[in-house]
Structures are given as C-alpha cells and as structure tokens.
C-alpha cells in the first residue's frame, strides 16, 4: 500500500512565524502536490513537483513556497504565516504515466495561524 | 472555465437506504473523472476512475457512472452503512496540462 505521511495532524503557530509542512512517500512517486482545503472552496493547488528539485505554481501559490531535495519528501514552507492561511493542508502523490494515473493523499495538516 | 459542480451540498439518509449523489464536470480536453471519499479530519481516498470510454465502474456497495456526452457523472451507494458518513468529492482531470479540478463535496450523513 501507498503510504503518504504527513509530519503533524495539528498545528498552532504564531503570525509572522515561518512555517514547515512536511510530507514523506514510500513509494517512489514522481508527482507530488500541495493543496489546501477550505469550507464550501474545496481543494485547491499550491504547488507541485514533477521531479527532485522541480517545482511548479499551482492556483494559489502567494505567501508559500515548496522544496523537494529528495525523491520522497517534498515540503510546503509558509515564509511569514497570516492567519489566512488557517487551513486544512494535503500532500499528494502519484507515479508518473499519463494522466489516469491514482492520486494518493495523506491524512492532512489542520493549521491554525493565531 | 474548468469547473467541476456537485450536488447535493449535504444529504442525511437511514442506515440501510440507497442513495444517489451528482457531479456535472465542464472541463476540456476531459481525460478522466474521480469520485474521493473523505472522512472528517482525514485526506482523500480513491473510489474509481473512469475514462471517457468508461460508463460505470463498481468498488463494493459503490458504482459511479459516466456520461459523457452530457458531462455528468454520478455516484450510487447500496444499502448504506453509518461508515459512509462523510464528504464525497468528485474530480475531473483534464485542461491544458491534465490538471485535477476538484468539486466541493457532498456531505453524506448516514443515520441510524
């Protein structure tokens, strides 16, 4: 089974804190995504990465930016966290091939910026 | 616009009934349509995926179905269970670079 694992369930950080999200996959996926989900907004793209060291703006990519080092891990990096980014955040994965490919989520991050 | 509308928003059922939720997609080029299922606080999990050649796909008490030609697609659950409690997300992938668009949801509350 694809496992996805992200570092924290919950989150308080301060406003104006610099904030990491962290993700891990185990199954040597390509693909990697950050959204975030929002009441009555549903999911929606920040980033993405396609490759090690690759990355690509999804929707709404303002106030965060990504890193991905390694194959496995790919990160989301609030810079100066506002409380608009109070959110629920979702890593994603799935191999490449095309685009019927399965997405595998992890199980969340509920930030609260205070 | 790519959008992806799904109703109802919220649906409250008994334990044991059927139920039907809908998904109207305008995304083009559609390649495939999902249907996710997410328990409260927990990411999304995979039910099916259909192509556009695909007019129904089963996965337990779960069939979704496909039309495209009208751009709608629905999802049917059997006899419910109170498991089935929670948002059920229907996704188009297609656009310019096959990205996924995401609708809102459908809450199911399964009640006993």
């Known amino acids: 089974d694809v496992k996805v694992t992200q570092s924290s369930r919950y989150l308080v950080k301060r406003t104006g804190e610099k904030v990491f999200l962290e993700c891990v996959q185990d199954?040597?996926?390509?693909?990697m995504f950050w959204y975030r989900q929002d009441p009555g907004l549903g999911l929606r793209l920040i980033y993405f990465?396609?490759?090690?060291?690759?990355?690509e703006k999804g929707d709404i990519p303002e106030g965060y930016s990504v890193s991905r080092e390694k194959k496995e891990r790919f990160s989301l990096i609030l810079e100066s966290a506002s409380t608009n980014q109070t959110s629920m955040y979702l890593c994603?994965?799935?191999?490449?091939?095309?685009?019927?490919?399965?997405?595998?989520f992890g199980q969340g991050t509920r930030l609260t910026v205070v | 616009k790519n959008q992806v509308e799904q109703s109802p928003q919220s649906l409250i059922i008994l334990e044991g009934k059927n139920c039907t939720l809908q998904?109207?997609?305008?995304?083009?080029?559609?390649?495939?349509l999902r249907w996710y299922k997410q328990d409260t606080g927990r990411g999304p999990v995979s039910l099916t995926i259909?192509?556009?050649?695909?007019n129904t796909k089963s996965n337990g008490r779960y069939t979704a179905t496909l039309d495209a030609d009208t751009k709608q697609s629905s999802l049917h659950i059997t006899a419910s269970q109170l498991s089935d409690s929670a948002s059920y997300i229907c996704?188009?992938?297609?656009?310019?670079?096959?990205?996924?668009?995401f609708g809102k949801g459908t809450k199911l509350s399964v009640k006993p």
């Open positions: 990465s396609y490759d090690v060291k690759m990355k």
């Open positions: 199954m040597d996926h390509e693909n």
């Open positions: 996704v188009a992938t297609g656009g310019s670079q096959g990205n996924l668009i």
């Open positions: 259909m192509t556009f050649s695909e």
């Open positions: 994603g994965t799935s191999p490449s091939g095309g685009a019927v490919t399965e997405v595998f």
């Open positions: 998904c109207n997609y305008t995304v083009s080029p559609f390649s495939n």
